[in-house]
Nanobody, 129 residues
């Protein structure tokens, strides 16, 4: 059973930066690099929203329009980790951020929450105005 643990959340002022990390464990039978990984976020009383995706096939990450140009996602397959660098943060970025993993080797990076099989416990990011 894949387990995902996020870290790095916190309180930051608008315009500031944060870096989130996610460590995967319980990987067996196949390399971490064969999972598509993604970050989602969920604001209070809202549905989880796709933020960034890292395909198992490699290539450039995919981003939601709301974070494109401000967030940078990356993965380190040797360490079983992914990260999310967040800059120029806005109050509307306030949410619980989740690390997720998709075990299906798709030809595209999915953006629906239902496509992701494993979720971390989340880390809170709060951006004050």
């Amino acid at each position: 059973q894949v387990q995902l643990v996020e870290s790095g959340g916190g309180l930051v002022q608008a315009g500031g930066s944060l870096r989130l990390s996610c460590a995967a464990s319980g990987i067996s039978g196949r390399p971490f690099g064969t999972y598509t990984m993604a970050w989602f976020r969920q604001a209070p009383e809202k549905e989880p929203e796709f933020v960034a995706g890292l395909s198992w096939r490699g290539g450039s990450p995919e981003y939601s329009d709301s974070v494109k140009g401000r967030f940078i996602a990356g993965r380190n397959n040797a360490r079983n980790t992914i990260e999310l660098g967040m800059a120029s943060l806005k109050p509307e970025d306030t949410a619980v951020y989740y690390c997720t993993a998709d075990e299906d080797r798709r030809t595209f990076t999915p953006t629906r929450k239902s496509d992701y099989d494993y979720w971390g416990q989340g880390t809170q990011v709060t951006v004050s105005s």
